[in-house]
């Protein structure tokens, strides 16, 4: 494509959005350049699939965090999509919008257009939703969303129960009026198959002749005219290419590669880029820091009765499943094994709930090096409720080791260091012991595995957390948006301080993290974004 008016880079979730929304008119022509390969693999499209890209370099940039002393020095995985649709190709396909408030948050810290109103508008637009009141949920979007009421473990309704006799309401949609209480999840499945961001927005897109998008295209650098960005450099099948945008550069990273090219291309902490030999830009110390993220941990049980794990344990129950979901795009292959999960307030007197709860009906204590262990479930009956924070006051950062593009960044979340991170997740873990105890579901119990009941006290129960803690994949912020240059990377319409022709549309520019899964906030983002943009041209 000669001189296309929009480059992207990346094609994930909010990069997919981007292309569709800016080539829909056909005025625009759109470049689209993706380090990773195609996304037609059959372990990208069956839903339970993830199993396996989880530790897949062929779709996943495999990071790894540096050892955390918060997490008593583990070195975290941090798998990232890379490949067509990002993470949306590879994540456990939950579609949560986050807290109302969270987003008004982001408007009162300076960034009007960015509020519950209008993003619950972007929502809307690309939601085809088939629970909740029309009032809030949209029907007619791009992205079929599916809530697994029919397949659900009967084990599931029976932690329901136990959480309505601790009093916790049953949430039928955690996207519409509140967030409150346990229940179902949504997910981003179409009839058997995942529906990521590549499938829902990037293919219709490809169709389209102003669209051309180049995969295996790892993007080593910007290209300036002054303080101006005017192209990028990708490097495919060893050649270096050079293209120039003539409208602009639109970064879809995401929140570890879109710091790591702008520090790249020299703009980020000054310091830093010096010393490893980079030409500084734009000074920006705000490039790679404030990192967000949630970190979750679970409490497993061992079950007097079947769980997942009896359907997907034994080599016939792998069969059996796997005839099923060929055959039919049904089973248990066809969902996310995390099907229910809520929202709770440690404390009544909270404005709105601060941590998240997951249930799965299987469990995985014997671990299995090289793959997520949902493939390969424990032999006996078993099932986890996990938890994370929702709005977490630690913070890390991303920064480039060297200036050699190739090299991964140096991922330093610093999880669990602020003291009121630990002291909700210690409160939690005494409230899904509570939950266990609670019957109907202490009538299934027959054990508690993790960490067990020898870990009772508050420094016990701490250590335990932290051995055993690790991120649930949703770090944000480390290009944030605010008005200030002191204190933020890119201005409300998403532009980078100081720099023209370029602009920040994916998860790290999210002015503070939000009350759940971040996949669905990413897109409807890139969705507000594209307004902005095309506003902008004209």
Known sequence: MHNPDFIIIGAGSSGCVMAERLSASGRHKVLVLEAGGDDRRFFVQMPLGYGKTFFDPKVNWMYRAEPDPGLAGN????????????SSSINAMVWMRGNRADFDDWRAAGNP????????????????AVIGDEIH???????NLF????????????????????GLPLNPDFNGESQDGIGLLEFTIHKGRRLSAARAFLRPAMKRPNVRVITNAHVTGLSFDGARVTGVTYRRGGKLVTVRAGREVILSGGAVNSPQILQLSGIGPGAHLKSLGIDVRRDNPNVGRNLEDHVGTNYTFRANCATINQQLGPWWGKLHAGLRYVLMRDGPLSVSLNQAGGFIRTDPNRPRPNMQLYFQAFSTVIPRPGERP?????????????????RPKSRGEIMVRSSDPFEAPRISPNALSHEDDVAEMLETGKFVRRMAAARPMADCI???LLPGPDIVDDEAMIDDIRRRSGTVYHPVATCRMGQDPEHAVVDPRLKVHGIDGLRVVDCSIFPNIIAGNTNAAAIATAWRASELVLQDAG
């Open 113 to 128: 257009g960015w509020g519950s109103d209008e993003m619950w508008q972007a929502f809307r637009a690309v939601e085809c």
């Open 374 to 390: 949902i493939l390969s479930p424990d032999p006996w009956p078993g099932f986890s409720i996990g938890w994370s924070n929702c």
């Open 137 to 143: 949920r949209g029907r007619t979007g791009p992205l």
């Open 446 to 448: 027959e054990a508690e």
């Open 147 to 166: 809530v697994p009421d029919a397949t659900v473990h009967p084990l599931t309704r029976k932690w329901f129960e136990a959480g309505a006799a601790m």
């Open 75 to 86: 070195v975290d995985h941090w798998p990232r999509g890379r490949v067509l649709g990002g």
